[in-house]
């Protein structure tokens, strides 16, 4: 039998406090309002017999004696087929205005897959973008941000990824989203086809920060539950920052002591549980993980970006509109160049990525003055077309066309002994009639 406590004995933001006995963290309650309305919250914290809970909609409406019943069940998604093309806000609810979502009542918030039935990563996630895919490959089941500042297309590069892949669902958690972003999305999938493979959980930068916070559990329970079902499920979440923000400001309004920078000392935990989802099942399917990051002030040491690097298996750094080579990391990338890709495809990389690091510095010498060598010359050739042919994000190129075009890029501008490459490669892929010409 469940509870009701007729008593509200204090209201702050989105936090109510109300006085009951045997209640768990996380523990779902609603609130009936005077109006006739029901709202819901869960459970926030426990300080003896004092509760507070955090309401899921704006608290307006709410009096100090409206009803509270404890539900005695953790906050629940809804998963089945009829989730796919369908856009939800941060409660689980429909705001498309399709009908309500019928299936599966799931928990969120759950712990992380069960280790034993983890299998090592070694899947390569094709995303047609050359700057990813040769130079730093998505590995399925992996876990990596992009590091970016405000006004950088990033949300561009997620659906990007999300027409490319060839992942069985793909699910989108906007935080803080306008109206034109949560919209490009919308746009995006409808345009590329993929909308019946795709569902969006929403929180608008109007909605409440506690929707924030939800938008990554719920989509990442409905992620387990379709990986479960031998799914390859790719999850964009987008902005991890403001789903920092969000906990921020709920924890200043609890009047928790702060640990950096205003962030409560849970930072880590709290991305830590979310990233940790992405899993390859052994049997079964996987949930591969790309978040963006915006680093304010472009500060790589903010806590936000800091936490992250430590959780994550490297990132890509967005930088002027591009993927930046030398910021950028995928620790995974071992698994598959040259393994379950071209056996020239690591030798290239690293002689592309080598080569366009020496043509920096001849930039620098060409802007302070100094005359040139040839080799200089050369360098600077290299580094427009590497630029316009591998760190364009409008080029569109499977790995093995930007690997062919890597050869000849290089063959362009060098000649076979310049490049630092095995030479049983390099007369293997060498382009025949550059060597002639050579």
Not at 172 to 188: R, V
Not at 333 to 338: A, P
Not at 343 to 365: Q, T, V, W
Not at 410 to 434: H, M
Request: glycine share 8%; hydrophobic share 40%.
């Amino acid at each position: 039998m469940k509870t009701v406590y007729d008593r509200i004995h204090d209201m702050r933001g989105n936090l109510i406090k109300v006085r009951a006995k045997d209640v768990g963290l996380g523990e779902l309650a609603r609130i009936d309002l005077s109006d006739g309305r029901n709202i819901y919250a869960s459970v926030l914290r426990i300080d003896g017999d004092e509760v507070t809970l955090q309401v899921f909609q704006n608290t307006r409406g709410i009096s100090t004696g409206d009803k509270v019943t404890f539900l005695s069940r953790q906050m629940q998604g809804t998963y089945g087929k009829s989730l796919l093309g369908r856009r939800l806000k941060g409660t689980g609810e429909p705001i498309d205005g399709g009908p309500s979502i019928v299936g599966e009542k799931i928990d969120i918030g759950q712990p992380s897959f069960n280790p034993t039935r983890r299998i090592v990563p070694k899947e390569m996630v094709r995303t047609n973008i050359p700057m990813i895919d040769v130079f730093n490959c998505l590995v399925k089941s992996q876990k990596i941000p992009i590091f970016s500042i405000p006004g950088e297309p990033y949300n561009n590069l997620l659906m990007r990824i999300a027409n490319q892949t060839d992942a069985d669902v793909v699910i989108i958690g906007g935080m803080g989203l306008t109206f034109a972003d949560y919209q490009a999305f919308i746009d995006n999938a409808e345009q590329a086809g993929s909308l019946n493979k795709t569902v969006m959980f929403v929180h608008r930068a109007v909605d409440p920060a506690v929707e924030c916070i939800l938008v990554p559990d719920l989509a990442l329970a409905a992620a387990e539950k379709f990986a479960i079902d031998d799914k390859n499920v790719l999850v964009l979440l987008t902005d991890m920052t403001a789903f920092a923000d969000s906990i921020k400001e709920i924890a200043i309004t609890m009047d928790q002591v702060p640990s950096n920078r205003g962030y409560p000392g849970s930072l880590y935990s709290d991305l830590a549980s979310r990233y940790e989802k992405a899993v390859s099942i052994d049997g079964s399917g996987s949930i591969t993980i790309i978040t963006v990051t915006t680093m304010p002030g472009n500060d790589v040491t903010h806590p936000i970006p800091d936490n992250t690097g430590y959780i994550t298996e490297g990132q890509f750094y967005l930088h002027g509109g591009r993927i930046d080579p030398f910021g950028s990391l995928s620790r995974l990338k071992q698994n598959v160049i040259g393994k379950t890709t071209r056996e020239d495809h690591g030798d290239l990389a690293n002689a592309m990525i080598r080569l366009y690091a020496e043509s920096k510095k001849a930039r620098e010498r060409q802007s302070m003055g100094f005359k040139l060598s040839k080799w200089d010359e050369k360098l600077l050739a290299y580094s427009y077309l590497f630029e316009n042919r591998m760190m364009n994000l409008e080029v569109n190129y499977t790995l093995e066309e930007a690997l062919d075009l890597g050869w000849e890029t290089l063959a362009e501008c060098f000649d076979p002994k310049e490049v630092g490459i095995k030479e049983k490669l390099v007369e293997k892929y060498w382009p025949k009639e550059k060597a002639l010409n050579s």
